[in-house]
Antibody, heavy 117, light 107 residues
Framework: EVQLVESGGGLVQPGGSLRLSCAAS????????MTWVRQAPGKGLEWVAN????????QYVDSVKGRFTISRDNARSSLHLQMNALRAEDTAVYYC??????????WGQGTMVTVSS | DIQMTQSPSSLSASVGDRVTITCRAS??????LAWFQQKPGKAPKSLIF???TLQSGVPSKFSGSGSGTDFTLTISSLQPEDFATYYC?????????FGQGTRLEIK
């Protein structure tokens, strides 16, 4: 079964850090682009970052540049999002997703990140 | 950044109806347009990429069209499971951007 499972979410204070992980199974992870998309409570979808198959090319939305880092470990079929200097506006459900290109096809169930004092 | 504007923002329809949702890009994006469906509390589901190509396993009741700046998603013969929020997404250039969503409700 093709599956993506996120973990690492939780409550963090403003200025703090979190590392999200996404474990992939049921497909050849190294062959697919990987993406993080977030959704603030009651709001729409926002693309956050993506990384190509080999991990050399990464793109970010402006609001997280310099604070978030997307990375992948193809040997372990895992995707990560290191989030530093967190702000209240980063509060959201974070989804990881995979696709043959930049369009996500398979989605995880999401992990909630709450930034609050 | 490319702005994606969906219309309408919400839509009421009945089971069996055919509905069309429009997505307009603030500049030309060729056919680099995708559509997603999301139900409350669930992850999004990918429906269409390349403006008109159905993802595997998506029923043919869903169809997409358009190129350049104007795109449509049409859903024929609505069933209860189709009532959800729909999002368009452009991937012509970074940052990738989504429309604000169209909530499809049962009349």
């Amino acid at each position: 079964e093709v599956q993506l499972v996120e973990s690492g979410g939780g409550l963090v204070q403003p200025g703090g850090s979190l590392r999200l992980s996404c474990a992939a199974s049921g497909f050849t992870f190294s062959s697919y682009w990987m993406t993080w998309v977030r959704q603030a409570p009651g709001k729409g979808l926002e693309w956050v970052a993506n990384v190509k198959q080999e991990g050399s090319e990464r793109q970010y939305v402006d609001s997280v540049k310099g604070r978030f880092t997307i990375s992948r470990d193809n040997a372990r079929s895992s995707l990560h999002l290191q989030m530093n200097a967190l702000r209240a506006e980063d509060t959201a459900v974070y989804y990881c997703a995979s696709g043959g290109g930049p369009v996500p096809h398979i989605w995880g169930q999401g992990t909630m990140v709450t930034v609050s004092s | 950044d490319i702005q994606m504007t969906q219309s309408p923002s919400s839509l009421s329809a009945s089971v069996g109806d055919r509905v069309t949702i429009t997505c307009r890009a603030s500049q030309g994006i060729s056919n680099y347009l995708a559509w997603f469906q999301q139900k409350p509390g669930k992850a999004p589901k990918s429906l269409i990429f390349g403006a008109s190509t159905l993802q595997s396993g998506v029923p043919s009741k869903f169809s997409g069209s358009g190129s350049g700046t104007d795109f449509t998603l049409t859903i024929s013969s609505l069933q209860p499971e189709d009532f959800a929020t729909y999002y368009c997404q452009q991937y012509n250039s970074y940052p990738i951007t989504f429309g604000q969503g169209t909530r499809l409700e049962i009349k």
